[in-house]
Nanobody, 116 residues
């Protein structure tokens, strides 16, 4: 079973940047899509970035223009570049991949805290 490990979270001041990484334990075949989600205290998990196998990206309006999802297939790693961070971006960030016949794997999460 593929495992995902996130890294790169931490504490940053408002206006700053962070880059999150998500590395898979092995190459993923029949990839459908990969994405980043976040969950703030008391709120539901929400999508912040999605990258399909064909290269199409999707972002909600709340992060559009500030966050960028990308991947390095040679390293089995995907990234989330987060710029101009706001206090409301504070959350646990999770990566996931969808592959095969809709198999979904989640990472363990990494905490991002943005101070005002």
């Amino acid at each position: 079973q593929v495992q995902l490990v996130e890294s790169g979270g931490g504490l940053v001041q408002a206006g700053g940047s962070l880059r999150l990484s998500c590395t898979a334990s092995s190459r993923i075949f029949s990839l459908i899509a990969m994405g980043w989600y976040r969950q703030a205290p008391g709120k539901q998990r929400e999508l912040v970035a999605r990258l399909s196998s064909s290269g199409i990206t999707n972002y909600p309006d709340s992060v559009k223009g500030r966050f960028t999802i990308s991947r390095d297939s040679a390293k089995n790693t995907m990234y989330l570049q987060m710029n101009t961070l706001k206090p409301e971006d504070t959350a646990i960030y999770y990566c996931n991949v969808v592959f095969g016949i809709s198999t979904i794997v989640w990472g363990q999460g990494t905490l991002v805290t943005v101070s005002s």
